[in-house]
């Protein structure tokens, strides 16, 4: 994980909940910077904590096993599986997002530690309806390509060639998706290859959280190294902090009291 460099001493935010939980590598880079005199930021952060499933967003990304395997043994993780969730709260920050056309205000990522047979499992649900078209289509290609079979084709029509190799493609993709639906229903008994029935991932969505794009299955992106910089990507030891305005009084408010006893002495 990068080492935070953090030197605005003088920033509200620093040594407190709040900077940790926005856990960005120096100060320069926080997206709060030049707004932190706002009081509603913390208050918007605790929020934040109050809609994290039980054992927070974190457990899946420190999981020693897979997170996504279904019973024991579960697998070694060797990579991570991730997408991102929005909720509409905080209201004053909410707003709606061109691509994914859904109002929303926290984005968190989802990174589950995954094995390399989930991997497998997803990617292969994910690419079958490409992959047998292509496979069908060249098996269509020989007789289209072949000048006395093509002769013999267009004596039924002149377009029918063509025809074949269309039909071939969507055929192909049709027969993609039933196998690809067929896997998925075999996989799910081993694995959560729909994320959306994982348990924390159905915590989240009865709290109000969504997939960013859309409510369908999710579309997972795989990486070597979990992102470790911003909102939801802080360890769980963070949310066990104690609230700005609860124990916790930040750095900058310590040292404007301690000055104010000083004048006032």
Same mark, same amino acid.
């Given at each position: 994980?990068?080492?935070?460099?953090?030197?605005?001493?003088?920033?509200?935010?620093?040594? /407190?909940?709040?900077?940790?939980?926005?856990?960005?590598?120096?100060?320069? $880079? !926080?997206?709060? $910077?030049?707004?932190?005199?706002?009081?509603?930021?913390?208050?918007?952060?605790?929020?934040?904590?109050?809609?994290?499933?039980?054992? /927070? =967003?974190?457990?899946?990304?420190?999981?020693?096993? !897979?997170?996504?395997?279904?019973?024991?043994? $579960?697998?070694?993780?060797?990579?991570?599986?991730?997408?991102?969730?929005?909720?509409?709260?905080?209201?004053?920050?909410?707003?709606?997002?061109?691509?994914?056309?859904?109002?929303?205000?926290?984005?968190?990522?989802?990174?589950?530690? !995954?094995? $390399?047979?989930?991997?497998?499992?997803?990617?292969?649900?994910?690419?079958?309806?490409?992959?047998?078209?292509?496979?069908?289509?060249?098996?269509?290609?020989?007789?289209?390509?072949?000048?006395?079979?093509?002769?013999?084709?267009?004596?039924?029509?002149?377009?029918?060639?063509?025809?074949?190799?269309?039909?071939?493609?969507?055929?192909?993709?049709?027969?993609?998706?039933?196998?690809?639906?067929?896997?998925?229903?075999?996989?799910?008994?081993?694995?959560?290859?729909?994320?959306?029935?994982?348990?924390? =991932?159905?915590?989240? /969505?009865?709290?109000?959280?969504?997939?960013?794009?859309?409510?369908?299955?999710?579309?997972?992106?795989? /990486?070597?190294?979990?992102?470790?910089?911003?909102?939801?990507?802080?360890?769980?030891?963070?949310?066990?902090?104690?609230?700005?305005?609860?124990?916790?009084?930040?750095?900058?408010?310590?040292?404007?009291?301690?000055?104010?006893?000083?004048?006032?002495?």
């Amino acid at each position: 994980m990068e080492q935070r460099n953090l030197t605005d001493t003088e920033c509200t935010l620093y040594g /407190t909940k709040s900077c940790a939980l926005l856990n960005m590598p120096d100060c320069e $880079k !926080c997206p709060l $910077k030049g707004r932190v005199a706002d009081p509603a930021i913390h208050d918007d952060l605790k929020l934040f904590c109050d809609l994290q499933p039980e054992g /927070t =967003v974190a457990k899946l990304f420190e999981s020693e096993t !897979c997170t996504l395997c279904k019973g024991e043994p $579960k697998g070694k993780p060797a990579s991570y599986a991730v997408f991102d969730m929005a909720h509409t709260e905080p209201k004053q920050l909410a707003k709606r997002r061109w691509l994914s056309k859904q109002v929303t205000g926290f984005m968190v990522p989802l990174q589950f530690a !995954c094995c $390399k047979k989930c991997r497998k499992r997803i990617l292969l649900s994910a690419y079958l309806p490409l992959i047998a078209p292509i496979v069908l289509t060249v098996c269509v290609l020989p007789f289209v390509m072949n000048e006395h079979l093509a002769q013999g084709l267009r004596k039924v029509a002149g377009w029918f060639p063509f025809a074949l190799v269309v039909l071939a493609i969507a055929g192909g993709y049709g027969i993609g998706k039933l196998l690809s639906y067929l896997y998925k229903r075999k996989a799910d008994a081993v694995m959560y290859i729909d994320v959306r029935t994982h348990p924390i =991932v159905a915590e989240m /969505t009865e709290k109000g959280w969504r997939p960013l794009f859309n409510d369908r299955q999710p579309h997972l992106a795989f /990486t070597k190294h979990r992102i470790d910089k911003g909102l939801g990507s802080a360890n769980s030891s963070v949310y066990a902090m104690p609230d700005v305005g609860a124990e916790e009084e930040t750095p900058a408010a310590a040292e404007e009291n301690t000055a104010e006893e000083k004048i006032s002495d």
